[in-house]
Structure formats: structure tokens, C-alpha cells
């Protein structure tokens, strides 16, 4: 899948699980935000970046949860979808029509999670 243009935000404190997305995803095109690895990263990032066109986002970034990155997304209407070992049922009724895309995850597979 091309991502020609696409600007994505990554929210991972996984070293190797982001290098691969990062990889992958500007070998397709895209140009990669971050990588941020913790709640105060990410919302500075998105605060310094005017055009986003979708996120990838870890639950729990070192202990922290990304819950006020996932609201900072949702209040600019930035597509977004969860990168992690959690189960359904651990993440918020408002986050509960979001794409889940089970660790360990595959650059494709998020990729069409989140530009179809």
C-alpha cells in the first residue's frame, strides 16, 4: 500500500516494534512523526504538527497510558488505531469503535487499519 504523503504519527516505547513500523512505513511513502515514546512527546508532537494524517498508538508507553494522546487525536478528527497486547475490554467505552491491531504487528496490516 502506497502512503505517498502521509504524515503518521508513531507513539511506541518499543524500540525494535518501531524501527520496523518506521521502516515500512517511508519505504511507502509516508513521512514518519516521532517516534514518541511517552504521553508528554506525543502531545507535544501533535501540538508542533499541523497536518497529521493518522497515528499509531501503544496503550501503555513506560506505565503511562495513551488515553490523552488518543483524545488529542480525536479532537482534531485524526484517524488512529491501537497498537497493542491489550485486550478490547481494557480500553474506554469512547475508545471502543477504534481499530485494535494485535502485538505483534505487521506495517500492512496498520497501514490498511488505517487508510482502508
Same mark, same amino acid.
Given at each position: 500500500m502506497s502512503l505517498e504523503g502521509r504524515r503518521i504519527l508513531l507513539v511506541e516505547d518499543e524500540y525494535f516494534i518501531v524501527q520496523d513500523l518506521a521502516r515500512a512505513f517511508a519505504q511507502a511513502g509516508a513521512?514518519? @512523526?516521532?517516534?514518541?515514546?511517552?504521553? #508528554?512527546? #506525543?502531545l507535544r508532537r501533535i501540538a508542533a504538527t499541523p497536518k497529521l494524517?493518522? #497515528?499509531?498508538?501503544? @496503550?501503555?508507553?513506560q506505565?503511562?497510558?495513551?488515553?490523552?494522546?488518543?483524545? #488529542?487525536?480525536?479532537?482534531?478528527?485524526?484517524p488512529f488505531v491501537f497498537a497493542t497486547g491489550y485486550d478490547r475490554e481494557n480500553i474506554p467505552d469512547r475508545f471502543s469503535a477504534r481499530i485494535r491491531c494485535e /502485538?505483534?504487528? /505487521?506495517?500492512?496490516?496498520?497501514?490498511?487499519a488505517l487508510f482502508g
Amino acid at each position: 500500500m502506497s502512503l505517498e504523503g502521509r504524515r503518521i504519527l508513531l507513539v511506541e516505547d518499543e524500540y525494535f516494534i518501531v524501527q520496523d513500523l518506521a521502516r515500512a512505513f517511508a519505504q511507502a511513502g509516508a513521512e514518519v @512523526i516521532g517516534p514518541a515514546a511517552t504521553v #508528554a512527546d #506525543a502531545l507535544r508532537r501533535i501540538a508542533a504538527t499541523p497536518k497529521l494524517d493518522g #497515528a499509531v498508538l501503544d @496503550i501503555n508507553l513506560q506505565g503511562e497510558m495513551v488515553y490523552p494522546v488518543a483524545d #488529542a487525536l480525536a479532537t482534531r478528527g485524526v484517524p488512529f488505531v491501537f497498537a497493542t497486547g491489550y485486550d478490547r475490554e481494557n480500553i474506554p467505552d469512547r475508545f471502543s469503535a477504534r481499530i485494535r491491531c494485535e /502485538k505483534p504487528v /505487521k506495517p500492512d496490516q496498520v497501514a490498511r487499519a488505517l487508510f482502508g
